[in-house]
């Protein structure tokens, strides 16, 4: 087994498999992860309910098998949680998960050897409070009689108590101000390659569709990940045949393209742009959540956003916004976290946007990508 | 290992806010982006909550014990000093053990409630109106300053703007999110319709002639009012005390400052942000039992888990019944050692559900509430006939005692200009022969008007006359 190669896989123990989706191997492979010490800890999703679920570290093997998988209504983030705690662990992860901890990994505060990061296809991550709005609205169910969802050519399936499945396409959804997050639309990392080992469903073909996962090695790490998992028993593996690799390729392929139209509808050129932005920002209230949750930020307690800012300036944008603007430039990944924590609904997320794309791009620079260091980084003084 | 991670609300004010406590060696918070009041969102007081959350140690005249010996001690001091002793809570702590003070407390409790007003007025004042009414009105009448005291519902207010509702703020100060904003004195101006939908603050401090004023308003004008309330069980602390005799902050300090009152037993709540220390001072034993932070020393605290690790059942400003995380009693055992009784959390938690109406807390369900009627009130609100005065903007952080980034005072430009003040300088202000020298922020607040969210030691109540100069 080695770096490039491609596996389909699943969980050899039937109870996971039942509960997990796609087969359980992502939960078995971080499951016998901890059983044989390749590492301290793991973080898994405790599910509260359908549209609940909260991250936890732990050494449990048992927390681990009976967790939640992954869930379209649980938009949470492992970068900060991770971060400064100098553990060996390993952790699902969706692609803006994976640029967090390369990013927290370039400042010090996550150490990437000690990391096994196991990547998650996604094709974007829905808002709790915004489903369950969806269901009454959209599908007229009520949230509580939901048992199970999926997503499937385009349409976002919820299977009722009752055995029933009520399904709508996600253009639909979206177009009504449903579906998924607004970073998540034009997001294009699907296929999270930045990780140790990229898992998902996509490429799984035939008589295993919604029983296996199919798996990318991108690193050494991955490797050690998946054949500990196969000599400890949790996990069986077959080649995929070339089918089965194109499928895959074709829906990344797809996915990307749609992230980028939606890239371009969401950011549209604007006028008077100092306006736009000090309107968009006129209800902040000082809360610091934006920062507190920023996957890329790990200044802590003293930060240049903060030391440079006061409560009782009267500027009409403040200095906290100001800085940080600056210094996501170069290292916003788009995740939609401070979005979502927002307590006023500031659309940060689309703002910082509009700042790292132009800049992002003219440096060629995708944070969290690989381990390139920002740019701003390494400036050269002339000689 | 594996992380100790509550489910709880914020006690920051009544508007029920869920989150996250993470116990990882220091506290953080997570956000619970599935809870109905704020979708996850916290303000700045949310933010800080492991600062509120700091351990507490029981202690008994300086010296450091365990919960059951501070209990204990409490017990036999009341026990000592019966009939003068009062029994405060403000609503900062689950339905289950406000049912078992009300128990200890009998006839001496004190809540927090507003002397003097008509009780055909306290549903109106203490069970709000659900914020989905609220983003679906089609007028809203702020009589708070929202950004600063409660400030989770800015974004209720401004999706009710987006769906195009008009927002009118009575305030100090311009709102950026009011489509009109006309000034307290000004109150006249207001034009109300039956579509209109009043929001006003009710604290312990509130002006009851205010208050009256505002409730004449809806009732003379048919329009619906709701208030907003700065304690985490607000409304639970008043629905489990429904019937039961109470009095009010002011009483209970006229009692104090008459030598009537010799013990006061806080529960959950820092008595030191309502009752002035000179007369704390006049206690003979001032007792405390909390899970957070104290600013007050006492002679007796009685430290017991912080809320978060609670078991119990909140009810936010809405009416909705929301259970907390935790497993923890202590608090509910210590209120048994000063009663002499176990308190048995089942059989409380059976008579929470019953006061409501409901067989199980479900943050998603709304119990039913009658919207009562209230009678015609007669309000005699007086102008303000100081020529500049300070306004308090009590906000959680003052609340709960806890310090925030606000060493400082809003005025407006003209009041810049007419006392010639500096750029980056600080403006003296005087009451009381007392004077106080603060940095300030230019705002659009009313001329002669300053505006705080902190306590500088010189106020005497929320509006107090001031001087000022350079």
Partial sequence: ?383 | MTDNVYSTICPGCNFGCGLYIRENGALEVDFRKSSPANSGKLCRFGMNLPKLFAPTKSMVDGKETTIEEAAKEAAKRIAASKGSVVFLSLGNTTSEELLAFQKIAESALYTGAVAALPEDTYQTLNIGIPYSEIEAAKHIVLFIDPYEQYPLIVRRLLSARNKGAKISAVWWKDLPLADENIRPGDVSKLALTKDSLIIADYNPLSDTEQVKNVLALAKNAGTRITFLKPFANSTGGYLMAKGIKQKSISQLVEDINKGTIKILFCLESDPSVLIPSETLSKLTYLIIQTGQTLSTKANIVIAHEPLYKKKGTLINNEGRAQALGGTGTSGLDALGIIAGAKFDFDSLHESVKKAIGITVVDEFMMPKYERLEYGALQASAKPMDAKTALVSVYNPFMWSGLADDNDFVELNLNTVKALKLLKGGSIRIKSNGSTIEKKFKVAPVQDNILLTSNKFGIEKGIITPVEVSR
Avoid at chain 1, 25 to 48: G, N, Q, R, W
Avoid at chain 1, 124 to 148: F, Q
Avoid at chain 1, 162 to 190: F, M, N, P, V, W
Avoid at chain 1, 209 to 227: D, M, P, R, W, Y
């Fill in chain 1, 1 to 383: 087994m080695q770096k490039g190669e491609m596996y389909v896989g699943w969980s050899t123990k039937e109870d996971v498999r039942k509960r997990g989706g796609s087969g359980g191997l992502v939960t078995s492979m971080l499951a016998a992860a901890l059983e044989k010490k390749l590492v301290d800890a793991v973080v898994v999703l405790k599910k509260i309910n359908e549209f609940e679920a909260v991250p936890i570290i732990t050494s449990d093997v048992n927390e681990v098998l009976n967790s939640a998988g992954s869930l379209h209504s649980v938009p949470s983030h492992f970068a900060k949680l991770i971060a400064n705690r100098d553990l060996k662990i390993a952790l699902p992860a969706k692609g803006c998960d994976v640029r967090g901890i390369i990013e927290q990994g370039k400042r010090n505060a996550i150490n990437l050897d000690n990391t096994f990061i196991v990547g998650l296809n996604c094709g974007g991550s829905m808002h709790p409070a915004v489903t369950r709005e969806m269901l009454e609205v959209m599908y007229k169910i009520k949230p509580e009689d939901v048992h199970g969802e999926e997503i499937e050519k385009g349409k976002l399936i919820f299977e009722t108590k009752d055995g029933k499945e009520h399904a709508i396409t996600i253009d639909e959804l979206e177009e009504k101000g449903y579906g998924r997050r607004e970073s998540c639309r034009y997001c294009t990392i699907k296929v999270p390659n930045n990780s140790d080992i990229a898992c998902g469903n996509w490429g799984v073909t035939g008589d295993l569709v919604g029983k296996a996962t199919f798996v990318e090695i991108n690193s050494e790490k991955g490797v050690k990940l998946l054949q500990n998992a196969i000599d400890a028993g949790y996990v069986q593996v077959q080649k995929p045949d070339e089918k089965a690799v194109a499928i895959r390729v074709r829906i990344k392929g797809v996915m990307e393209d749609l992230g980028k139209k939606w890239k371009n509808k969401i950011f549209v050129p604007i006028d008077n742009r100092l306006e736009y932005f000090r309107k968009e920002l006129e209800h902040c209230i000082d809360c610091g959540a934006c920062k507190t949750v920023c996957p890329t930020c790990s200044c802590g307690d003293v930060s240049k956003c903060t030391e440079y800012h006061s409560r009782s300036d009267a500027y009409r944008m403040s200095m906290y916004h100001l800085v940080r603007f600056l210094h996501l430039a170069d290292a916003c990944i788009g995740c939609g976290q401070c979005s979502d924590v927002c307590p006023v609904d500031i659309p940060l997320t689309r703002l910082y946007r509009r700042f790292a794309n132009p800049v992002q791009e003219q440096l060629k620079y995708e944070p969290g990508m690989d381990m390139r260091k920002p740019p701003y980084f390494e400036v050269k003084l002339n000689e």
